[in-house]
């Protein structure tokens, strides 16, 4: 069962996937996009990884898709989709792209990983919780500095000057 | 007898149950029970709005000292069936320069989104879709599925009011999605759980009482999540003629009809489940089967009180409305979230916590009020709308 | 149970998909788009490897949530750039920002 | 954890079933009359001048950035919130802090204009 949703979940996040690099108009890129994040997040489900589930929708969907989104319609003129979608050298990029995956797959199925079983706690989001203002203190304020910095930096750039 | 009927729902589902494994395998009972209780909820949104639709035109008639619908059926309670069979048989238009593929996605997108927050929502004890470990945050993930697909039918439709329709609603579901968020966590750290039917069995007292001010922070964020008047220039008609589905007709055009009725009635389902004590009531530890009744008339009050508003209040302008959302509601929410996070720490006994948290929520409120008032009348001032 | 490998299969393609995007689109917009896949990818890996070797703790799942924040950041910013680059060059084709070559 | 998400996954697919079941019964019902003047775009009975993608104001844009912070800041409020009631007075400490930057951040675009529309 877990196997054959693994199957339908993988496919879709690998069409979507490549869609995404493909696909001339650049909205439908972003739309095949949201697909592809769709497709992760199941992923995360079937990895018993729920609250990063979410995470990703509420993240990745939510906010970083309809930024994207913003962006192509903010720049719209590019968006014809009669000019070339890839640069000269996208043939050897995807010779290059073949062989990283070729050389990937050779050294995932070479190594014995030490998988070791064990029950998924059932307080998953306590214990993220509690991780982020225990050990992870210094990520979680940077990531909150980090954000803000982000914020701050974008408004500048993209803020039109009278 | 009389046990069987005082917990109805579930004791029914149990035999219905016990019945079919008599002769299905038991991977066919668990399917043939999730379709039939996914077929269920599915439906909430269309049923909403045949509902809905009926009561709002009764309510806003009256409000507006007219009668509503009294033609088809007795007090015209047909109404929205002949509108459901006008829009099925209605041509449907597709314009010429349409991005046809992406065009007929997006009411399916933003339908579907509508029918899946019924999945968490607990309409009784053991009365739950799925009780998920994440059910708060799944309520609020569900609602950027709309955010998309408000995108897709505004840009597929290549109209420029669509488009601009389309602009302005996702400013507005972004900005009122944080508020909505934050009131949402306040509630969280309060019971210490995401699981919504856990909410309401921790929630001996509803928790409108504790947290007056996040439960209005959270209602006007939904109102505003939902595009309804005092927050629906979406669909100002007279400046942006109907918003982002202009080009829609026929059941694509329902379509968007049926999530915006869906989708009132869901923020008030929510709305009850994290406020109002959701399926609790007097009797209601004797009698789970009234559970779904008290849950169904508190969300008819919230939606009630949604049509008040909207026949009584005149519709916001954009740059005050997205301003509120930022400027007001916002600092509003973090401050009684800390609020919230500062008294449970404090060492004393919880009845007093809860007192103060009531306080802080007052506080909160007034001095919001006050900022606004002072701001308002500065506005008024410097535009010279009164005399000084 | 779905073996561990599978999942490093997918996120490997899922990877080099965005190595591809990203390396041969010419708008900028979509070269971004094929760096978030490569995240995914990441993410996929450290989620997986937490789930087959590490229940104990929740390193994998915590390094997710900070590469989401990261990427939310970065997404922020670079978007920003594009807009501003697209308003005073009306292009964001990577080929033609060249100024800063000497 | 997974039956329940099996229930999510049924659910999400006939909850998509219904809206494709009711546009291919409307499909197979309703009249299909195209005509130019019908199938053109709406724009007040005059034909649409100039490409529809027109450029938008970067306005739109500042609310999403500030959006996106937000969002992403409250992935981290939901775990802290749940755990809350375990934990010692240094988890409210370090959210004070966390929200304090944040606030800091509002407070720098409240003053820019960037909440502002133009």
């Known amino acids: 069962m877990q196997q054959v949703a693994f199957a339908v979940l993988s496919l879709i996040t690998l069409g979507a996937a490549i869609m995404v690099v493909t696909t001339p108009s650049l909205l439908r890129s972003a739309l095949w996009l949201i697909l592809a994040f769709f497709g992760i997040a199941g992923i995360f489900v079937l990895l018993n990884a729920d609250f990063l589930a979410i995470t990703q929708i509420l993240v990745y969907i939510g906010a970083i898709s309809t930024l994207m989104i913003f962006a192509v319609m903010l720049s719209s003129k590019v968006m014809d989709p009669h000019q070339p979608r890839f640069n000269e050298q996208w043939g050897l990029v995807g010779g290059f792209s073949a062989l990283l995956f070729v050389a990937l797959a050779a050294i995932v199925s070479r190594v014995v990983w030490p998988v070791a079983q064990g029950e998924v706690p059932v307080d998953t989001i306590q214990r993220l919780g509690a991780d982020f203002v225990g050990p992870y203190v210094i990520p979680f304020e940077i990531a909150s500095v980090l954000l803000v910095v982000a914020m701050i930096g974008a408004i500048i750039i993209a803020r039109e000057r009278e | ?388 | 149970m779905v073996p561990l490998t599978w999942y490093l299969f997918l996120a490997a393609a899922l990877f080099c998909i965005g190595v591809f995007g990203a390396l041969s689109r010419r708008n900028a917009i979509a070269v971004l788009m094929g760096i978030e896949l490569m995240l995914n990818a990441v993410n996929i890996n450290l989620v997986a490897f937490w789930r087959y070797t590490d229940l104990g703790q929740m390193t994998g799942q915590l390094f997710a949530v900070f590469v989401i924040t990261v990427a939310a950041a970065e997404a922020c910013v670079g978007l920003a750039l594009i807009i501003t680059i697209y308003r005073q060059r009306h292009t964001v084709n990577v080929e033609e920002l060249d100024t800063m070559k000497g | 954890m997974l039956p329940q998400y099996a229930f999510i996954a049924v659910f999400a697919i006939i909850a998509f079933a219904l809206p494709i079941i009711g546009l291919i019964i409307s499909w197979l019902i309703r009249p299909k009359k195209p005509n130019p003047a019908k199938n053109a775009t709406y724009e007040c009975g005059m034909e649409t001048i100039g490409d529809t993608w027109v450029q938008f104001k970067a306005q739109y844009y500042l609310y999403a950035l500030v959006f996106v912070v937000f969002d992403v800041e409250a992935i981290f409020i939901f775990p802290w919130a749940v755990a809350y009631n375990k934990l010692g007075l240094y988890a409210l400490i370090e959210m004070i802090l966390f929200v304090a930057v944040l606030v800091g951040g509002l407070l720098y675009a409240w003053r820019k204009g960037a909440l502002d529309w133009h």
Do not use: H
């Open chain 2, 1 to 388: 007898m009389i046990n069987y009927l005082s917990d109805f729902f579930v004791n029914l589902a149990r035999s219905w149950t016990a019945w079919i494994s008599g002769f299905l395998p038991v991977w066919a009972v668990t399917v043939v029970n999730y379709v039939i209780v996914a077929v269920i909820l599915v439906m909430m949104p269309v049923i909403a709005t045949l509902t809905l639709t009926w009561m709002e035109r009764k309510v806003i008639g009256r409000i507006q000292n007219r009668i509503g619908p009294n033609r088809v059926g007795p007090w015209g309670i047909f109404q929205a069936i002949a509108d459901a069979v006008k829009m099925l048989v209605k041509e449907d238009i597709v314009p010429d320069n349409a991005d046809k593929p992406v065009f007929n996605i997006a009411p399916i997108l933003i339908a579907a989104a509508a029918c899946l927050l019924w999945a968490v929502l607990p309409f009784g004890r053991n009365m739950i879709g799925a009780d998920l470990n994440i059910g708060a945050l799944y309520v609020i993930a569900i609602g950027s599925f709309t955010t998309v697909a408000v995108l897709m039918a505004g840009w597929s439709s290549n109209n420029k009011f669509a488009l601009i329709g389309a602009f302005r609603v996702v400013a507005q579901l972004l900005s009122y999605e944080i508020p909505m968020v934050l009131s949402v966590a306040a509630v969280v750290l309060l019971v210490g759980t995401m699981r919504m039917g856990q909410i309401v069995e921790l929630q001996t007292v509803p928790f409108v009482f504790l947290l007056p001010t996040t439960f209005l922070i959270y209602m006007l964020s939904a109102i505003a999540e939902t595009g309804r008047a005092p927050f629906d220039l979406l669909e100002a008609d007279s400046e942006i003629v109907a918003g982002y589905f202009v080009e829609y007709s026929g059941l694509k055009f329902g379509w968007f009809y049926i999530a915006e009725y869906g989708n009132l009635m869901a923020v008030a389902a929510i709305a009850t489940t994290l406020f109002l004590g959701g399926w609790r009531g007097p009797g209601v530890a004797a009698v789970p089967a009234l559970g779904p009744f008290y849950f169904a008339v508190k969300i008819l009050v919230i939606v009630f009180v949604l049509m008040w508003i909207r026949g009584t209040l005149p519709r916001f302008r954009i740059d005050q409305m997205l301003g509120f959302a930022w400027k007001v509601l916002v600092p509003a929410a973090l401050a009684n979230l800390l609020w919230v996070a500062i008294v449970l720490k404090l060492p004393v006994p919880t009845a007093l916590q809860w007192l103060l948290i009531l306080a802080g929520n007052l506080i909160t409120l007034v001095v919001a009020l006050t900022l606004l008032g002072r701001a308002a009348k500065q506005y008024a001032a410097r535009r010279g709308l009164v005399s000084a």
